[in-house]
């Protein structure tokens, strides 16, 4: 960027749009973030909030692996940062995660993951059922075994949208809230503005972070739109009570009866038990199938949630790409930058995507940190 009082669009007010946006009015960029509905109400509310590069990632993702750790990395300074410009808590929590095996089948699973994660030298220790519920001891007796990933966080990330909101907003960001983005205006191959409510609104760059509605918006040719889906995911929260009350976050190691199973305690007395992986489209219905299985797969891991009231239960739309990696950086346009598809790590993800983004608006340099996740590689594997 030449100057920092060029103006800055940004289109969608998850945790993403947010993030980059907080960043940029930081460093004295001139920045609106047009939002649908709500900020934050989207994929970022209906989120668990684990940062979980280790437990999470699929072993053939060596490069998200790596931007997730770089991301974990960030994340203490960015919640101290977001924390004072805020004034609240988000609920940072850094007490690792269980992986843990229910049988004979998980425990060949956890094997593999383990072996896979000792290659990539992760720090992981692997555990007998019995060592396991010495450190958590409302683990099933039926628990053979498991992993300790003492690297794998937690954020309230509820708590940490609002905390975006208000820091975003107390820099000097504006917000606008219940209107869409129709369309992006682009002339002789530059992305003027964007359309909301039949007027243009111009930009020197617009930033498109819409999360699974970022290929909805009209305007972009075929090869400026991001291939993104929606993959649903239910979820419920319990509310903890004396004796039940986990202190790690707990998860099985694999998508049972069509669930991935997890537990992940938070600072307000929730439990929160996640999720289906549905390619439903923008569907967002509840169902009883997928309620049980996650009600089973987490009474399979811990029995004592039997008796705890239920206190919410909701769909979220995780935004996937084709390759399940997020999408980073310029695009066919010089002035219309991606920051989307973060799928199932978005929250893990906020920190390295608003530092990456804001530096690549800011010195007009791409890093090799994000260089990998441009939307380019989908042409260029096709053209392969
Ligand atoms: C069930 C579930 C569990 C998850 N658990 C975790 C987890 O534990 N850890 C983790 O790291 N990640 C998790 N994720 C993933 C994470 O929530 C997402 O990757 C992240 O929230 C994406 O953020 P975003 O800002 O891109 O999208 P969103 O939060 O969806 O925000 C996009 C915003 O764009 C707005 N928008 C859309 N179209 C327009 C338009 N035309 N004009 C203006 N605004 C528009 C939307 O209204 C929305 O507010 C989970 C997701 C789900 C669904």
Partial sequence: MQGSKEQIIIIGGGVIGLGIGWQLVKAGCAVTIYERNRAGRAASWSAAGMLAPVAEVHFEEHKLLELGGISLRLYPEWVQELEVDSQMSVGFRQEGTLLVAVDRDDASLLQHFHESQRLLKLKVEWLTGAEARDI??????????????????????????????????????????????????????????????????????????????????????????????????????????????????????????????????????????????????????????????????????????????????????????????????????????MATGHYRNGILLTPVTAREISTLILTGRTSETIAPFQLARFSEAASM
Avoid at 143 to 149: M, R, Y
Avoid at 268 to 291: C, K, N, P, W
């Fill in 136 to 337: 958590e001891p409302l683990l099933s007796p039926k628990i053979t075994a498991a992993i300790s990933c003492v690297d794998d966080h937690q954020v309230d990330n509820r708590l940490m949208v609002q905390a975006l909101i208000s820091a975003y907003q107390k820099a000097g960001g504006v917000l606008c809230e219940n209107m869409p983005v129709e369309r992006i205006e682009v002339r002789n191959g530059v992305a003027r503005g964007v359309i909301v409510q039949d007027i243009l609104h111009e930009a020197d760059v617009i930033i498109l972070a819409a999360g699974c509605w970022s290929g909805e918006i009209k305007g972009l040719s075929e090869d400026a739109t991001p291939p993104i889906r929606p993959v649903k995911g239910q979820m419920l929260s319990l509310r903890m009570e004396a004796g039940i009350t986990p202190q790690k976050v707990i998860r099985t190691p694999r998508a049972k009866y069509g669930t991935n199973a997890y537990l992940v305690p938070k600072g307000d007395g929730r439990l929160i038990v996640g999720a289906t992986s549905e390619e439903m489209g923008f569907d967002t219905q509840l169902t009883a199938g997928g309620l049980f299985e996650l009600l089973r797969s987490a009474w399979e891991a811990i029995p004592g949630i039997y008796d705890l009231p239920v206190l919410e239960t909701w769909a979220g739309l995780r935004p996937g790409s084709r390759d399940n990696a997020p999408i980073l950086g310029q695009t066919v346009f010089e002035n219309l930058i």
